[in-house]
């Protein structure tokens, strides 16, 4: 995935099949149970990961391996933004992958959604072997780059139509220094989109005017940056828009779990782009080493969208009559008393679906009784405590004196789907209470 395809299956063929290491988890305070199995099959669209349970355990005692192993279905979230930091890269979760899950030791009766309270991925032969690949890296040169040419799987990072041409290591500042980047010129305010899954790690200038750029760390193990993003109010060269019209308020400074083809931007001239027509600086760079290598090949290889992501496609239920869809991320109140907000990025009436592609966030008003269920699983409800800041969901209502007042909503969540045999197994190491 970080190189070629054709390195990513030389890999497959030269490691030949390995047994699945089941990675261990320590016991914890409060009661739980310890599942241990391995990846099966993976579709990152979507997040359906199954696997097939090998052993089950209670607590600190040692696991009983299954006479049978037992096929579940992990869900890790369309758009992965509940997967804690804690548990490791979801892209690790690839077949052949061992996994361990420890759950709490409590009932659920299907259909219900078991959270994992730890989990655990040891990764598979064929992600240990590219490691080893491409950890080491190429020898840079002085300016920190290489001339290896590699193809990186992904999205066209600015939406729209871009023409390409390659400046890699143009002459800059009058010969002074190497240009490292491509440069994809557009204008102002075109969406700026995430080209592979990772977490983006915005820059904002510190004062009117200054530089906005975002660092997008990929789970593949490459890093992307983005540079001149917007610090205008849209149709100025104020400087004065950074706050608003740089990234969707939803990236924050600490880093934001995003997916390829998600709106993190806008493209602009900020820095040293000031005095020139507004663009994207693209560059490329090994996560572990940080060498910089060329994009062109990527980029003329990648992916275009006609728009960013959405989750809209994953709620499938009939659209009733006056009300829209609204996909976004739930924020926290903008005052101490006031409602969650929700950060837009489609939405969808009966004529079809429409992207987001300027800043738009909208107050919510979340009733207790709020219908609700887990996105892309149809019938399988979910905690309503899953409505809370930082989550991906999909609501269903209307805009009513600029507040959207859901009737329905659907939600991204991380977890093991109950099934009957899940819990018989489950029931099978719980103690009698």
């Known amino acids: 995935m970080a190189l070629a395809w054709s390195l990513w299956l030389s890999l497959v063929a030269a490691v030949g099949p390995t047994a699945t290491v089941l990675p261990a988890l320590p016991a914890m305070a409060e009661p739980t149970v310890l599942l241990q199995g391995e990846v099966r099959t993976a579709r990152s669209v979507g997040g359906r990961v199954e696997l097939l349970l090998r052993a089950i355990g209670l607590d600190d005692q040692p696991p009983r391996e299954l006479a049978t192993p037992l096929p579940v279905l992990l869900l890790t979230g369309p758009l992965a933004s509940r997967w804690a930091s804690a548990w490791g890269n979801p892209a690790d979760l690839q077949p052949g992958a061992g996994v361990a899950l420890r759950l709490a ?32 890296g190429p020898p840079a040169e002085a300016d920190g780059i290489t001339k290896l040419a590699v193809t990186v799987p ?44 990772g977490l983006a790690y915005p820059r ?81 760079a090994n996560g572990a080493t940080r060498v910089v290598y060329n994009a062109f090949p990527s980029l003329r290889a990648a992916t275009r969208l006609a728009q960013p992501r959405s989750l809209l496609p994953a709620v499938t239920a009939a ?3 006056g009300e829209q869809d609204w996909d976004g991320v739930l924020l926290p109140p903008a005052t101490a008393d006031g409602p969650p907000r929700l950060c837009v990025r489609a939405t969808r009436q009966a004529k079809g ?9 909208v107050p919510v008003d979340l009733p207790a009784e709020l219908p609700c269920e887990v996105l892309g699983q149809p019938g399988l409800p979910a905690p309503r405590e899953l409505l809370a ?26 977890g093991l789907v109950a099934t009957p045999a899940l819990q ?10």
């Open 105 to 136: 030791a409590t009932a659920a009766e299907p259909p219900a959604l078991l959270p994992p309270v730890a989990l655990a991925v040891q990764r598979g032969p064929v992600w240990q072997a590219l490691d080893e690949r491409t950890a080491a």
């Open 154 to 197: 992904l999205v066209f990072p600015v939406l729209g139509r871009v023409d390409l041409s390659d400046t890699f290591l143009a002459a800059r500042d009058g010969g002074r220094r190497r240009h490292h980047g491509q440069d994809l010129m557009a204008p102002k305010m075109r969406p700026l989109l995430a080209c592979f899954d």
């Open 204 to 284: 904002r200038g510190r004062e009117a005017g200054g530089s906005c750029s975002l660092v997008l760390r990929g789970d593949n193990g490459w890093e992307a940056f983005y540079v001149h993003v917007n610090n205008d109010t849209p149709g100025t060269d104020d400087g004065l828009g950074g706050a608003v019209y740089a990234f969707p308020e939803r990236i924050a400074d600490d880093g934001t779990r995003v997916a390829a083809g998600e709106l993190i931007g806008w493209v602009g001239d900020s820095g040293n782009a000031e005095q020139t027509a507004s663009h994207c600086h693209f560059e490329l």
């Open 319 to 321: 659209l009733p009559a």
């Open 353 to 361: 679906c429409q992207p987001t592609l300027v800043p738009l966030t």
């Open 389 to 414: 800041a930082g989550a991906a969901v999909v609501l269903r209502g209307r805009l009513a004196t600029g507040v959207l007042r859901p009737t329905a909503a659907w939600v991204e969540a991380v």
């Open 424 to 433: 018989a197994a489950l029931s099978a190491d719980r103690p009698e209470r």
